[in-house]
């Protein structure tokens, strides 16, 4: 038992770790299907912001219950907003995240992301933020969920397109 720090496993820790495996999947495809200019780009594309918003994240019945120490230190490593928020909170009472978008979008994968991917994905994720698509999709994302990480991502991420933060004005007007 010397290697092991505890005896049990920790949901939580494997929920992020789903979260994160499927994620990075998902920018690795999306890296290789812009380089090769590949015709399987925009459904990627699509299903990488649906991924990202948790669109398709079925719902907590019961409340999870990680280790405090896992969830303290995981939740102090975001960026937070000036209000204190980030996509690292936590929920497990509903969702996974208290902020329906991937805390992934700050890695360096995503960053390095060719051009011909991050363009179209930042304009899907701010069609879906600012409320402009409204489709079924989307449905599970209120519109204090998408103003909310509208904000955080605005206030913590500085390599956001420039319309995301002249649009932010507008997007608050929206249903």
Known sequence: MALYPAPTSDVVAL????????????????????????PELPATIESAVR????????????????????????EARGPKDSQGRSLRQMDLERRLFRYPCS??????SFEAL???????????????????DQSP????LTAA?????????????????????SGLAMAAKLP
């Open 137 to 140: 999709a989307y449905q599970s």
């Open 51 to 74: 991924y990202m918003l948790f669109a398709d994240e079925p719902r907590l019945r019961d409340r999870v219950a990680g280790t405090a120490p896992f969830r303290a230190e995981f």
């Open 145 to 165: 969920d998408r103003r909310a990480v509208l904000e955080i991502l605005v206030e913590t991420k500085p390599s956001l397109p420039d319309y995301f933060r």
């Open 114 to 132: 060719p051009a011909a991917a991050k363009e179209p994905l930042y304009k899907r994720l701010w069609e879906v933020l600012s409320g402009q």
């Open 103 to 108: 805390f992934l979008i700050y890695s360096d």
């Open 15 to 38: 929920m992020v770790l789903n979260h994160q495996v499927q994620m990075h999947n998902l920018i690795t495809r999306l890296g290789y299907e812009a380089r090769l200019n590949r």
